[in-house]
């Protein structure tokens, strides 16, 4: 590969890099749960709670995240919340009480919730010829953080003795430290992304074409909801994002507690999850060949099947084995993952121009907060009754979304 061809991707990789760091240090936080539980004595409503407040303020940042990078620049939005979230994970250092822990982690959503509405717009400006193919790279780079994540935490809760000496003269020892490497790698990429992106971006990329007239206001972002097609795939995308942030959550837990895997591998099962990551590569070229409707279809019914296959089958001792569970779970990664770049890009096409960073934005905060529900949800429900009811609520949740998501295809 030539110079000229690597700095042509300079921008792709340096977005796709704090992208990962971002889904890093959220899904270092599922895997950390049964830890947290015995440190803090706090139930899985709590934790569900906290990683859904997590979850809930990286939505809200959604609409004003893009609105803002449209007036303001791309540019400025990303490398300020790469710096945010940095802060918030440094703060982790410290051995402080849960409520102190669960405060950070809003902390740390809000840096890493001002990233993915504005990076699909800038890129989708970067690349406009390869969109699908860019936003899949980002995508896939963005879910190693989530094969990384679970490795990350196994090291760092039962590291080896050279390292555990090394980490005990730390303040904070153990897990705490995890955030620590984050928090100064996420500093580094801002800096580098602010100092190296602007003078590689096309004209009008970093805020877009100038607006005639006056700027958008709220009816003119909820006259969007007019088009019932749209408003139908914004359904489609709620229903999904519930079942998949309610299903990553909880999976470790999932696995050791309602399948009887051992915490290992379980947490191995968990990265298998987003090892497939690689599918979106495929998924985002092959919609701009052949269409959106067909790869999301696909992708969705894959993902439903799946998870239905996994509630069906984890039964403790007289279910399936971590073969056919860890199959289930690579076949849920992979439509997950290759629905998710052709929906940014679906909606980057039908909204307009003028209102696509804030529009985007909106959709991203619905879907996101139905999100930022899920673990609540899902650790309530576990209390209550168990976690393969809660489990079966997400199944239904993605089997709807694939129903609804075929019959917009069918009268496309």
């Keep these: ?45 709590a934790v569900g709670a906290a990683f859904s407040g997590f979850m809930a303020v990286y939505a809200l940042l959604q609409f ?21 979230a940095g802060v918030g994970s440094l703060a982790l250092l410290f051995d402080t009480p849960f409520a102190v822990l669960a405060g950070a982690m809003l902390v740390i959503g809000a840096g890493t919730g001002a ?24 995508d896939t780079v963005g879910a190693l953080g989530g094969v990384a994540a679970p490795a990350a935490v196994t090291l760092f809760v039962a590291a080896p003795p050279a390292l555990a000496g090394f980490l005990s003269r730390l303040p904070g020892a153990d897990w705490r430290g995890l955030f620590v490497v984050t928090g100064v790698i996420a ?27 006056s700027e958008p206001g709220a009816s003119d972002y909820l006259a969007l909801f007019e088009d019932r097609r749209l408003a139908a795939f914004v359904i489609v995308t709620i229903a999904f994002s519930f079942a998949y942030n309610g299903a990553v959550a909880f999976l470790p837990l999932y696995l050791s507690q309602a399948a009887g895997l051992s915490t290992a591998t379980a947490n191995l099962l968990y990265s298998a999850l987003f090892a497939v990551t690689f599918v ?35 039964r403790g001792e007289t279910g399936a084995g971590p073969i056919v569970l860890g199959a289930l779970v690579v076949a849920f990664g992979l439509g997950s993952h290759g629905f998710r770049p052709v929906r940014g890009v679906y909606l980057i096409e039908a909204l307009p121009e003028r209102l696509a960073g804030g529009g985007l934005g909106v959709v991203r905060t619905l879907l996101m907060g139905a999100g930022a529900l ?7 429900i576990a209390d209550a009754s168990g976690f393969r ?17 075929a019959g917009l295809w069918a009268t496309e």
């Design 115 to 138: 990233h993915k509405t504005v990076a699909i717009r800038l890129l989708s400006r970067v690349y406009p010829v390869r969109t699908g193919r860019a936003l899949g790279a980002h």
């Design 1 to 45: 590969m030539t110079l000229g061809r690597i700095r042509e991707y300079d921008v792709l990789v340096l977005t796709s890099l704090i992208w990962f760091l971002g889904k890093f240090v959220r899904y270092a936080f599922p895997p950390l749960f049964e830890p947290l539980q015995a440190s803090y004595g706090v139930s899985n409503a």
């Design 389 to 405: 009811p809660a489990f079966g609520l997400l199944a239904g949740a993605l089997a709807l979304a694939a129903v609804a998501a």
């Design 64 to 84: 004003p995240s893009g609105a803002i990078a449209d007036r303001v620049g791309a540019v400025r939005v990303i490398a300020l919340g790469a710096v945010v």
């Design 280 to 314: 979106q590569l495929v998924s985002g070229d092959l919609s701009d060949r052949f269409g959106r409707f067909p790869v999301m279809v696909a992708a969705l019914a894959l993902a439903a099947a799946a998870l239905v296959g996994v509630v069906a089958l984890a």
């Design 374 to 380: 899920a673990p609540a949800t899902v650790g309530a």
């Design 187 to 213: 500093l580094a990429l801002a800096g580098a992304f602010a100092l190296r992106v602007p003078g590689r971006l096309p004209a009008d990329a970093d805020r877009g074409p100038e607006r005639e007239g």
